[in-house]
């Protein structure tokens, strides 16, 4: 699957606080002077800014429950939250609205709580975001495809012994 960002897309949503969060400086600076840049070029402009941060598997959680690591942070990375963090700086024009906007990425209805987290790239992730209008599938513009289905249950369902939901 492929996916585009949809340029057209710009955020303004209320959420953090933005003393709450330290950024890097040089991720700062980077947003600062790629203002006037269109949506790719501050993609490319923020991700690289964020390059040399550490790996951390499953750095971030809810800073509470299941999964306390804290709700965001700049000192570790992994593949995901790097995303998810440089879509959200790059596609809004400040940083509160930037954790907003990373709110509504990664979890179904933007409630902060691990059940709502978007644990499954291909069957939460992507198509969640898709529906939200923050990218485009354009895998049929680029090649063949074969559309695949596979019932499973999440892992909060086999946790509470409740399989009889299923995504699909």
């Known amino acids: 699957m492929v996916w585009l960002i949809s340029s057209f897309f710009s955020w303004s949503g209320d959420g953090f606080a933005e003393e709450d969060i330290v950024f890097p400086?040089?991720?700062?600076?980077?947003?600062?002077?790629?203002?006037?840049?269109?949506?790719?070029?501050?993609?490319?402009?923020?991700?690289?800014?964020?390059?040399?941060?550490?790996?951390?598997?499953?750095?971030?959680?809810?800073?509470?429950?299941?999964?306390?690591d804290p709700l965001l942070r700049f000192d570790k990375m992994d593949c995901l939250t790097y995303v998810e963090a440089v879509l959200a700086l790059?596609?809004?024009?400040?940083?509160?609205?930037?954790?907003?906007?990373?709110?509504?990425?990664?979890?179904?209805?933007?409630?902060?709580?691990?059940?709502?987290?978007?644990?499954?790239?291909?069957?939460?992730?992507?198509?969640?975001?898709?529906?939200?209008?923050?990218f485009s599938d354009i895998t049929s513009q680029i090649g063949k495809t074969k559309q695949v289905e596979k019932e499973y249950h999440s892992y909060l369902e086999v946790l509470e012994g409740k399989e009889q939901n299923t995504f699909k």
């Open 25 to 68: 400086s040089s991720v700062l600076m980077a947003r600062e002077q790629s203002v006037e840049l269109d949506l790719l070029q501050r993609v490319e402009y923020i991700s690289e800014s964020m390059l040399g941060i550490p790996y951390l598997l499953d750095p971030e959680g809810e800073e509470e429950g299941l999964d306390r």
């Open 90 to 134: 790059s596609m809004t024009d400040s940083t509160d609205s930037a954790l907003s906007l990373r709110n509504e990425l990664r979890y179904l209805d933007t409630e902060v709580a691990y059940e709502k987290r978007k644990h499954f790239m291909f069957t939460q992730w992507i198509p969640s975001n898709i529906e939200l209008g923050f």
